[in-house]
Structure formats: structure tokens, C-alpha cells
Nanobody
Framework: QVQLVESGGGLVQAGGSLRLSCVAS????????MGWFRRAPGKERDFVAA????????YYADFVKGRFTISRDNAKNTLYLQMNSLKPEDTAVFYC????????????????WGQGTQVTVSS
């Protein structure tokens, strides 16, 4: 069982930046593909970004390309999401996800999910 704990959310003005972190309990963290998703109020969960187990391959939703960067530090069992040029429409609860298969992460069917961290962007 992998436990994921997100942090780094908060309130920021439009144009600002935040860096989200997701710490995994699993010592074999490097075996897992990881991803970020978000759920805005009244909307379904959306894929944001994913990264393979080595960190060498990344995937992004079109609406975050050029603004968000996903990365991981396997030595620290930690996944990151650097978010720049934030917009009010980025307001959502952000979740990290983990699975042994990166396709499962990208499809939103990962086995393991965190509890989420709230990101609020004011205009």
C-alpha cells in the first residue's frame, strides 16, 4: 500500500507561482509512474501531468504546457509540480497519483491517490 501526501497548495494571485509536493511512503517509489490531477468545483477530475519512473519522460495536458513542470526526486520519494503563470481557472484541488504502469496514471486509473491540496488563484 502506497500512501501519498500532497502539500504546497494555497492562495496566490493570478500570474503567481506555487510548487506542489507529493511525498510517498513507499521505499520503492522509483518503481512507480506518478501524476498530477485536479478537480475544479463542480467539474470532473482532469489529468494535469505525468512522469515515468525514471523521470525521463513527461506528459502534460494542453492547458498547462509551458506553465507547469512535473519532476521527481526518487532519493526523497517526492513528486513535484512547479506551477507558473497561474490563472483563476487553475483553481482546484490537486491530487497526486501513483501506479506501476504509466498508462494507468495518464488514464486516471492509478491504484494510489493522495487526499489532495487546494490551490486557489485570485484574479
Amino acid at each position: 500500500q502506497v500512501q501519498l501526501v500532497e502539500s504546497g497548495g494555497g492562495l496566490v494571485q493570478a500570474g503567481g507561482s506555487l510548487r506542489l509536493s507529493c511525498v510517498a511512503s513507499e521505499r520503492t517509489f522509483s518503481n512507480y509512474a506518478m501524476g498530477w490531477f485536479r478537480r475544479a468545483p463542480g467539474k470532473e477530475r482532469d489529468f494535469v501531468a505525468a512522469i515515468n519512473w525514471t523521470g525521463g519522460t513527461t506528459y502534460y495536458a494542453d492547458f498547462v504546457k509551458g506553465r507547469f513542470t512535473i519532476s521527481r526526486d526518487n532519493a526523497k520519494n517526492t513528486l513535484y509540480l512547479q506551477m507558473n503563470s497561474l490563472k483563476p481557472e487553475d483553481t482546484a484541488v490537486f491530487y497526486c497519483a501513483a501506479d506501476g504502469r504509466d498508462v494507468a496514471v495518464r488514464r486516471g486509473s492509478a491504484n494510489y491517490w493522495g487526499q489532495g491540496t487546494q490551490v486557489t488563484v485570485s484574479s
